[in-house]
């Protein structure tokens, strides 16, 4: 099955053919990781390129990212591995101001199938919420996503706090999103820099020591 009817149903927002799409890739062996960055991670960059240069507008691009949600929630199941013993547990978020969520989600289903414990604590989440979901869920790893530039020191205001509450020694934290850089990663701290959801599962293994 060619990938690319798939990817043409995510820039049309067309949530009936992604959902079926998604399942005669799913049925045609694809395997999920393909799917996601040969399909549906290329469609959305198609749809982001149309909006910066105002070819399309703020409803379609809506229209497009619920598509593309309709068919990470159909990959989830098989991105999870289940009954398997947590490797770690991590919490994960979008900074404040920014309620851009669908690199954060699939982030967390890539670190689900790897066998993290994730709680998501969903978007525009402040400093002092990372703080609390650290201190609630004891987690190893806190994950930190942004797609603004504005928003982008917000990130570091997450680092701050945590060293305020003195976690800072007890987690490992690790950014991304399209402006993050990994000179900007260390720029503000960060203990690493993940380009894409697949190089967050190695790093967040990395940096566990885990194999
Ligand atoms: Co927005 N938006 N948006 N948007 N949007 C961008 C980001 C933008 C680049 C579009 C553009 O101008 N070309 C631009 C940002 C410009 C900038 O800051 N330099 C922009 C803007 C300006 C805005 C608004 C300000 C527009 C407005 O209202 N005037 C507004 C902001 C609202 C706010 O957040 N306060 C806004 C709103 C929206 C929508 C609500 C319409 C919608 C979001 C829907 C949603 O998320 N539920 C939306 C969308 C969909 C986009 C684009 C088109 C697509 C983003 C996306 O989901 N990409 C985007 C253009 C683009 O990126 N091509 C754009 C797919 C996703 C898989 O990629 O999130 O980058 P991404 O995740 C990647 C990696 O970055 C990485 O892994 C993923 C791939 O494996 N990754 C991590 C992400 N997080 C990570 C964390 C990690 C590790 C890796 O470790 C923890």
Same mark, same amino acid.
Request: with cysteine; aromatic share 4%.
């Given at each position: 099955?060619?990938?690319?009817?798939?990817?043409?149903?995510?820039?049309?927002?067309?949530?009936?053919?992604?959902?079926?799409?998604?399942?005669?890739?799913?049925?045609?062996?694809?395997?999920?990781?393909?799917?996601?960055?040969?399909?549906?991670?290329?469609?959305?960059?198609?749809?982001?390129?149309?909006?910066?240069?105002?070819?399309?507008?703020?409803?379609?691009?809506?229209?497009?990212?619920?598509?593309?949600?309709?068919?990470? @929630?159909?990959?989830?199941?098989?991105?999870?591995?289940?009954?398997?013993?947590?490797?770690?547990?991590?919490?994960?978020?979008?900074?404040?101001?920014?309620?851009?969520?669908?690199?954060?989600?699939?982030?967390?289903?890539?670190?689900?199938?790897?066998?993290?414990?994730?709680?998501?604590? /969903?978007?525009?989440?402040?400093?002092?919420?990372?703080?609390?979901?650290?201190?609630?869920?004891? @987690?190893?790893?806190?994950?930190?996503?942004?797609?603004?530039?504005?928003?982008?020191?917000?990130?570091?205001?997450?680092?701050?706090?945590?060293?305020?509450?003195?976690?800072?020694?007890?987690?490992?934290?690790?950014?991304? /999103?399209?402006?993050?850089?990994?000179?900007?990663?260390?720029?503000?701290?960060?203990?690493?820099?993940?380009?894409?959801?697949?190089?967050?599962?190695?790093? @967040?293994?990395?940096?566990?020591?885990? @194999?």
């Amino acid at each position: 099955m060619d990938l690319n009817a798939l990817k043409d149903a995510v820039i049309n927002g067309d949530l009936k053919g992604c959902t079926i799409l998604t399942e005669v890739a799913i049925q045609a062996g694809h395997p999920p990781e393909k799917i996601m960055n040969e399909a549906l991670v290329p469609g959305m960059d198609v749809v982001g390129e149309k909006f910066r240069c105002n070819e399309v507008y703020v409803p379609e691009v809506l229209v497009a990212a619920r598509a593309m949600k309709k068919s990470l @929630a159909m990959l989830k199941p098989l991105l999870i591995q289940t009954g398997a013993k947590p490797v770690g547990v991590a919490v994960a978020g979008t900074v404040k101001g920014d309620l851009h969520d669908i690199g954060k989600n699939l982030v967390c289903m890539m670190w689900e199938g790897a066998g993290f414990e994730v709680v998501d604590l /969903g978007v525009d989440v402040s400093p002092d919420k990372f703080v609390q979901g650290v201190k609630d869920t004891g @987690a190893q790893i806190v994950g930190i996503s942004t797609l603004l530039t504005t928003t982008m020191l917000n990130m570091r205001g997450v680092i701050q706090a945590l060293e305020r509450a003195q976690l800072r020694e007890k987690v490992k934290v690790l950014v991304g /999103g399209a402006p993050v850089t990994q000179t900007f990663a260390t720029e503000i701290g960060a203990d690493g820099y993940g380009e894409s959801a697949a190089v967050a599962v190695e790093k @967040a293994k990395e940096l566990l020591g885990i @194999a």
